[in-house]
């Protein structure tokens, strides 16, 4: 496509349903990265792909999220068990290449557990 | 590890006057270094980059950054700003070379009549 679209933009759920954020990069591009905002905060990162690799998952704050691109273009991020804390806004990235430099962002998944 | 400040949460200025947003980083390698607007209900877009060279740096919509390694700072700058800059402005520094960002806070350039 020719941005990065993001799904749903929005999202409310119940505490401790499981919810899936689909993104898909730009047809492409090697490089997908996962960020969370919550609000008047900066993008954080959680997790980033090469082709369909997980190379960095540091940034996933417990194992109740988990993020996959198997056939190395759309990924899903999954979030187990929501949390009111899990709130916030999830931004998803590609670039061409690894170590490209420039990441093009999506218009992001306002997450709200209710 | 990097980090990136960003001093001011607000910048409230008049259209036409200039402007300059400021941040600074620290990190213990060399780093890239980018300018991120959020315009409301639209993604992260970028304005401009470091990544070697010259150190001022000419981005779109009129703005450019100046990279001081020594102050660690990348300050970025408008000569007269216009309603429509009114939006979320990111600072952002990766590792040369390296993929992921870590950004500051933000600030919220407002621009009134």
């Known amino acids: 496509g020719a941005g990065v679209s993001q799904s749903p933009r929005y999202k409310v759920t119940k505490r401790g349903q499981d919810v899936a954020l689909r993104c898909d990069p730009i047809s492409g591009h090697v490089s997908l990265y996962w960020y969370r905002q919550a609000l008047g905060q900066g993008p954080e990162f959680l997790t980033y792909?090469?082709?369909?690799?997980?190379?960095?998952k540091s940034g996933l704050p417990n194992d109740r999220f988990s993020a996959e691109r198997p056939e190395g273009s759309i990924s899903t991020l999954t979030i187990q068990r929501t949390e009111q804390r899990d709130s916030a806004m999830y931004r998803c990235?590609?670039?061409?290449?690894?170590?490209?430099?420039?990441?093009?962002f999506g218009q992001g998944t306002r997450l709200t557990v209710v | 590890a990097q980090s990136v400040t960003q001093l001011d949460s607000q910048v409230p200025v008049f259209e036409e006057a200039p402007v300059e947003l400021r941040c600074n980083y620290s990190?213990?390698?060399?780093?890239?270094l980018f300018w991120y607007v959020q315009y409301p209900n639209q993604g992260l877009q970028l304005l401009l980059k470091y990544l070697s060279g010259s150190t001022l740096v000419k981005g779109i919509n009129g703005f450019e950054a100046e990279f001081n390694k020594s102050q660690t700072s990348f300050h970025l700058r408008k000569p007269s700003v216009h309603i429509s800059d009114t939006a979320e402005y990111f600072c952002?520094?990766?590792?040369?070379?390296?993929?992921?960002?870590?950004f500051g806070k933000g600030t919220m350039l407002l621009v009134s009549p």
């Open positions: 952002a520094v990766s590792g040369s070379g390296y993929s992921t960002l870590t």
């Open positions: 990190s213990s390698v060399s780093v890239y």
């Open positions: 990235a590609s670039s061409t290449n690894p170590g490209g430099s420039e990441a093009f």
């Open positions: 792909f090469n082709y369909e690799a997980q190379q960095d």
